[in-house]
């Protein structure tokens, strides 16, 4: 009845202005957008009409405590809290809260220009907008860009996120958050309702969920079970496959565990056989003396007969089965009631586990084939290429500081560009000279001496001076920037107008050549948005201080340069519609 | 190449330098008054001597740049003993011969310098250094060393661009020293990409010196050495249909061509704009263009 798409949710509680409080008895109605509380009496004043933009969280009651409460929280501090008839309608209205505050917060307003042009509203699916939601929450730039712009109504939702299609789709897959772990409880003797035993030993799971209810109470399965292991602590092979023989349901527990044998091989399976590991003295388990991790080894190797194989145990294995399930951590996320269900829920988790496995043909291929181009015979390898150098991609925020040089160079170059050379000689004879000149060397040799000595040290004392003046504009630190030399906030400013200006530039050259109308108004209030932040520019670099207004200017060229352009081509673009609209009286 | 001996013992600092000479006779005689071939030679030649001074198992190459041609004209390796430089100056005259006699019938008096084939000469480089990588553990450490001076052909960026690349993935300076009049965008972006040093030396007279100081160093010591450094770099690239440097052009989204006007196909990749997956949008790459007025 709760499914994702429903529009509206209707339910029964009582409003309380206070967890004491023994509230309103009302219905309370969700919508998308905002969510009413109506009381069952008309004369109370209690009525409830809020929008889900004023909600900026809720809490609730976990399942199973006394009572079941909602409580809406808004930003100012005030509250609403709803106590529901059970858990599962709190649960239901508990989901919709959260997609609609998720929808709300969100705020994706178009501009609400319905042009021609069809743009689907985006049929944005929960996790979607879980997706972005959490891109601007980590990014605050992203965030900054997204609130001037799409909020600002300059561009819209979907064109937004369209260029950022690998920024979402990365964040989707993320690493494992880190889960609890279980108790390390290696002695305890009761059975404990997290599923510890369970998880360890999946014979005695296996055994609770075929003996208990039917055979026997849950009390008599842990007594034998207990048993058992007083039977194991006191290493007695023989007693224990006496009394296994006697009480079969003991036996379960006595015999080794076959299906952890399973597992055991299946991991074995999957451990990477091309994995260089090197041995040293330390990984010796032979020769020690000192066998089972500290505990004396029996030398009396009680040849035993091979009925009572099954009931031995190695306190090793133990421990590793045990070490295993505590690295593993929780499986099952769910807080569980009683043991029953949590012995199901394990062993759904490994049947699960079992079948993907068993699924996993393509990995066992692919592993194959890594072995066999692991182990290669070296001598019969090709020469080795040579190593190569990956490739790099470089931040874009390297190239800002480059910019600066490129306007410096265009600003002083075009002089000495323009001066080409000029080569009044014919080939021919240019050819004569060189071989001359070689010609010359051959039979005078080099001059002696190769260099002045004046020259000499005129040019170190020009290489020292380059030098030491670079270090001193460029920084001591090779990373350091002329952005960093600046005041904090001019900073700021400057790199978030070069980033605001990037995301408009981006969207305005690609909305060209302009063929429909939606494209022409996109790209008039693209240029419009342009426009504002110009002077916004002009006035950074006049308010800074004198000594860094060069640099700053130098900064802010380029932007002022690809602004210019882009308005240009703009008025250009206008110039020629309004002479074509000019021919053809029926305009577009 | 003589055949590498396994017991030799290569320090840090032993290097294989290429070096690629420009001989681009229109760009000498322009040149002549302020700086001739001769005294250029002798400085470069006596560079070089001193570079196989500096470690007896450093090598030289040296690989000359004409315009319808490039060869080399040196090898320091070649041979039982490790050659003089001045070995080189045979070499030399007959590349200028070779070079002379490939070039057109028609004078091109008075046109201008043309650019020489940088593109040819690094890529002769990379393949000779590729040959010493493959000849076993042991080699020098290679660097390319361009003492070039003709202007950038545009024809040459795409070929170029690919050599840079190819230096950058096979960890290989390319070191620029710029003795014509203007800056070379190439092998600023040359140097900067594949982390070489660039410098256009203000004295040419004083062009030993210059060698001596900055680009002698091997790679090892550049670790610990402060050279000089360029203010910044021209990123500028050419369109791919006429070669004409731009700075707003259109770029082909599938193979990323750059083109200045707007094209049906692109003739790269060969891919139909607006029809199948590649779209011309309009690039930005840079712009120098004087502001007009805004809106």
Request: contains cysteine; glycine residues 4%.
């Given at each position: 009845?709760?499914?994702k798409?429903?529009?509206?949710?209707?339910?029964?509680?009582?409003?309380?202005?206070?967890?004491?409080?023994?509230?309103?008895?009302?219905?309370?109605?969700?919508?998308?957008d905002?969510?009413?509380?109506?009381?069952?009496?008309?004369?109370?004043?209690?009525?409830?009409?809020?929008?889900?933009?004023?909600?900026?969280?809720?809490?609730?009651?976990?399942?199973?405590?006394?009572?079941?409460?909602?409580?809406?929280?808004q930003?100012?501090?005030?509250?609403?809290i709803?106590?529901?008839?059970?858990?599962p309608?709190?649960?239901?209205?508990?989901d919709?809260?959260?997609?609609?505050?998720?929808?709300?917060?969100?705020?994706?307003?178009?501009?609400?220009?319905?042009?021609?042009?069809?743009?689907?509203?985006?049929?944005?699916?929960?996790?979607?907008?879980?997706?972005?939601?959490?891109?601007?929450?980590?990014?605050?730039?992203?965030?900054?860009l997204?609130?001037?712009?799409?909020?600002?109504?300059?561009?819209?939702?979907?064109?937004?996120?369209?260029?950022?299609?690998?920024?979402l789709?990365q964040?989707?897959?993320r690493?494992?958050?880190?889960?609890?772990?279980?108790?390390?409880?290696?002695?305890?003797?009761?059975?404990?309702?997290?599923?510890?035993?369970?998880?360890?030993?999946?014979?005695?799971?296996?055994?609770?969920?075929?003996?208990?209810?039917?055979?026997?109470?849950?009390?008599?399965?842990?007594?034998?079970?207990?048993?058992?292991?007083?039977?194991?602590?006191?290493?007695?092979?023989?007693?224990?496959?006496?009394?296994?023989?006697?009480?079969?349901?003991?036996?379960?527990?006595?015999?080794?565990d076959?299906?952890?044998?399973?597992?055991?091989?299946?991991?074995?399976?999957?451990?990477?056989?091309?994995?260089?590991?090197?041995?040293?003295?330390?990984?010796?388990?032979?020769?020690?003396?000192?066998?089972?991790?500290?505990?004396?080894?029996?030398?009396?190797?009680?040849?035993?007969?091979?009925?009572?194989?099954?009931?031995?145990?190695?306190?090793?294995?133990?421990?590793?089965?045990?070490?295993?399930?505590?690295?593993?951590?929780?499986?099952?996320?769910?807080?569980?009631?009683?043991?029953?269900?949590?012995?199901?829920?394990?062993?759904?988790?490994?049947?699960?586990?079992?079948?993907k496995?068993?699924?996993?043909?393509?990995?066992?291929?692919?592993?194959?084939?890594?072995?066999?181009?692991?182990?290669?015979?070296?001598?019969?390898?090709?020469?080795?290429?040579p190593?190569?150098?990956?490739?790099?991609?470089?931040?874009?925020?390297?190239?800002?500081?480059?910019?600066?040089?490129?306007?410096?160079?265009?600003?002083?170059?075009?002089?000495?560009?323009?001066?080409?050379?000029?080569?009044?000689?014919?080939?021919?004879?240019?050819?004569?000279?060189?071989?001359?000149?070689?010609?010359?060397?051959?039979?005078?040799?080099?001059?002696?001496?190769?260099?002045?000595?004046?020259?000499?040290?005129?040019?170190?004392?020009?290489?020292?001076?380059?030098?030491?003046s670079?270090?001193?504009?460029?920084?001591?630190?090779?990373?350091?920037?002329?952005?960093?030399?600046?005041?904090?906030?001019?900073?700021?400013?400057?790199?978030?107008?070069?980033?605001?200006?990037?995301?408009?530039?981006?969207?305005?050259?690609?909305?060209?050549?302009?063929?429909?109308?939606?494209?022409?108004?996109k790209?008039?209030?693209?240029?419009?948005?342009?426009?504002?932040?110009?002077?916004?520019?002009?006035?950074?670099?006049?308010?800074?201080?004198?000594?860094?207004?060069?640099?700053?200017?130098?900064?802010?060229?380029?932007?002022?340069?690809?602004?210019?352009?882009?308005?240009?081509?703009?008025?250009?673009?206008?110039?020629?519609?309004?002479?074509?609209?000019?021919?053809?009286?029926?305009?577009? | 190449?003589?055949p590498?001996?396994?017991?030799?013992?290569?320090?840090?600092?032993?290097?294989?330098?290429?070096?690629?000479?420009?001989?681009?006779?229109?760009?000498?005689?322009?040149?002549?008054?302020?700086?001739?071939?001769?005294?250029?030679?002798?400085?470069?030649?006596?560079?070089?001597?001193?570079?196989?001074l500096?470690?007896?198992?450093?090598?030289?190459?040296?690989?000359?740049?004409?315009?319808?041609?490039?060869?080399?004209?040196?090898?320091?390796?070649?041979?039982?003993?490790?050659?003089?430089?001045?070995?080189?100056?045979?070499?030399?005259?007959?590349?200028?011969?070779?070079?002379?006699?490939?070039?057109?019938?028609?004078?091109?008096?008075?046109?201008?310098?043309?650019?020489?084939?940088?593109?040819?000469s690094?890529?002769?480089?990379?393949?000779?250094?590729?040959?010493?990588?493959?000849?076993?553990p042991?080699?020098p450490q290679?660097?390319?060393?361009?003492?070039?001076?003709s202007?950038?052909?545009?024809?040459?960026?795409?070929?170029?661009?690919?050599?840079?690349?190819?230096?950058?993935?096979?960890?290989?300076?390319i070191?620029?020293?710029?003795?014509?009049?203007?800056h070379?965008?190439?092998?600023?972006q040359?140097?900067?990409?594949?982390?070489?040093?660039?410098?256009?030396?203000?004295?040419?007279d004083?062009?030993?010196?210059?060698?001596?100081?900055?680009?002698?160093?091997?790679?090892?010591?550049?670790?610990?050495?402060?050279?000089?450094?360029?203010?910044?770099?021209?990123?500028?690239?050419?369109?791919?249909?006429?070669?004409?440097?731009?700075?707003?052009?259109?770029?082909?989204?599938?193979?990323?061509?750059?083109?200045?006007?707007?094209?049906?196909?692109?003739?790269?990749?060969?891919?139909?704009?607006?029809?199948?997956?590649?779209?011309?949008?309009?690039?930005?790459?840079?712009?120098?263009?004087?502001?007009?007025?805004?809106?």
């Amino acid at each position: 009845m709760a499914d994702k798409q429903q529009q509206v949710v209707v339910k029964r509680a009582r409003h309380k202005s206070s967890v004491k409080d023994p509230g309103t008895p009302g219905v309370l109605k969700l919508t998308k957008d905002r969510f009413t509380f109506m009381p069952n009496d008309p004369s109370s004043p209690v009525k409830h009409n809020v929008e889900f933009r004023t909600i900026k969280g809720h809490k609730f009651t976990k399942d199973g405590t006394k009572q079941a409460l909602l409580n809406l929280t808004q930003d100012q501090g005030g509250n609403y809290i709803f106590e529901f008839e059970n858990f599962p309608d709190r649960n239901v209205c508990k989901d919709f809260v959260a997609s609609a505050i998720a929808l709300s917060g969100e705020a994706g307003r178009t501009v609400p220009e319905k042009s021609a042009v069809p743009i689907q509203d985006e049929q944005l699916s929960a996790a979607e907008m879980e997706r972005r939601i959490k891109l601007l929450q980590e990014d605050s730039d992203l965030q900054k860009l997204h609130k001037q712009f799409v909020i600002g109504g300059i561009l819209s939702e979907a064109e937004f996120w369209a260029t950022r299609k690998k920024l979402l789709e990365q964040n989707y897959s993320r690493r494992p958050k880190q889960r609890v772990a279980l108790k390390n409880d290696m002695w305890s003797t009761k059975p404990l309702a997290d599923g510890q035993i369970f998880a360890e030993k999946p014979a005695v799971r296996q055994a609770y969920l075929n003996f208990v209810p039917n055979k026997m109470t849950e009390k008599e399965f842990w007594t034998k079970y207990s048993r058992a292991e007083y039977l194991h602590s006191t290493k007695n092979v023989i007693a224990a496959a006496a009394e296994a023989a006697e009480d079969e349901e003991l036996a379960v527990f006595l015999k080794q565990d076959d299906m952890l044998v399973n597992e055991a091989r299946k991991k074995i399976r999957q451990v990477d056989p091309t994995l260089d590991m090197e041995a040293d003295e330390g990984d010796d388990y032979m020769h020690l003396p000192i066998q089972d991790h500290g505990l004396p080894r029996n030398d009396n190797k009680d040849v035993l007969d091979s009925q009572y194989e099954p009931y031995r145990r190695s306190f090793s294995q133990h421990l590793n089965q045990h070490a295993a399930v505590v690295l593993q951590g929780r499986v099952i996320d769910v807080e569980l009631g009683d043991t029953r269900s949590v012995a199901e829920a394990l062993a759904r988790t490994k049947h699960a586990e079992l079948a993907k496995d068993a699924s996993d043909v393509y990995l066992d291929k692919e592993r194959l084939e890594r072995i066999s181009r692991m182990t290669e015979i070296e001598d019969l390898q090709a020469p080795r290429d040579p190593a190569v150098a990956p490739l790099s991609i470089k931040d874009p925020r390297d190239y800002f500081d480059s910019q600066q040089a490129n306007a410096f160079s265009t600003l002083g170059d075009t002089v000495s560009g323009a001066k080409q050379l000029k080569c009044s000689v014919s080939t021919r004879e240019a050819y004569c000279s060189l071989k001359e000149c070689i010609s010359e060397i051959k039979f005078q040799g080099l001059t002696e001496p190769t260099i002045n000595s004046e020259v000499a040290f005129k040019v170190l004392n020009g290489l020292a001076q380059n030098i030491s003046s670079n270090k001193y504009h460029l920084g001591r630190n090779p990373n350091e920037s002329v952005l960093d030399s600046l005041p904090k906030i001019t900073r700021e400013e400057l790199l978030l107008h070069w980033s605001s200006i990037q995301e408009l530039l981006k969207h305005f050259w690609s909305s060209y050549p302009i063929t429909t109308k939606y494209l022409l108004t996109k790209a008039t209030k693209l240029k419009d948005a342009m426009s504002q932040i110009y002077p916004k520019l002009q006035e950074i670099k006049e308010s800074v201080q004198s000594d860094l207004r060069h640099q700053v200017s130098l900064l802010v060229q380029p932007m002022l340069q690809a602004l210019d352009a882009a308005f240009a081509h703009y008025d250009a673009d206008v110039q020629n519609r309004s002479a074509r609209s000019g021919e053809r009286p029926n305009g577009f | 190449m003589s055949p590498p001996v396994p017991s030799k013992i290569l320090t840090d600092d032993v290097s294989l330098l290429m070096v690629l000479i420009d001989s681009n006779p229109h760009f000498w005689s322009s040149i002549k008054p302020h700086f001739s071939f001769s005294k250029f030679l002798s400085h470069v030649l006596a560079f070089l001597n001193s570079i196989l001074l500096l470690n007896q198992l450093n090598q030289v190459v040296v690989i000359a740049t004409g315009i319808n041609s490039c060869g080399y004209v040196f090898d320091s390796s070649s041979g039982s003993v490790s050659q003089r430089a001045e070995s080189l100056l045979p070499k030399l005259e007959e590349f200028a011969e070779n070079d002379e006699s490939l070039s057109e019938r028609d004078d091109d008096s008075g046109n201008g310098v043309g650019s020489s084939l940088l593109s040819g000469s690094l890529s002769m480089a990379l393949c000779y250094i590729q040959r010493v990588f493959r000849s076993g553990p042991l080699h020098p450490q290679p660097r390319i060393i361009c003492l070039h001076g003709s202007p950038d052909g545009p024809g040459q960026y795409v070929a170029i661009m690919n050599s840079i690349f190819s230096a950058q993935r096979s960890m290989v300076p390319i070191d620029s020293c710029v003795i014509g009049i203007q800056h070379s965008a190439f092998l600023q972006q040359a140097s900067y990409i594949t982390g070489g040093v660039y410098l256009k030396p203000q004295q040419l007279d004083g062009l030993f010196q210059y060698l001596a100081t900055v680009f002698a160093t091997d790679l090892h010591s550049r670790n610990f050495l402060q050279l000089p450094k360029p203010v910044g770099v021209d990123f500028r690239a050419s369109c791919f249909c006429h070669k004409n440097t731009i700075d707003m052009g259109f770029i082909c989204s599938v193979c990323l061509s750059i083109f200045c006007k707007h094209q049906k196909k692109c003739s790269t990749c060969g891919m139909l704009p607006n029809v199948c997956r590649s779209i011309f949008g309009q690039a930005q790459t840079r712009d120098p263009s004087a502001s007009q007025q805004r809106k």
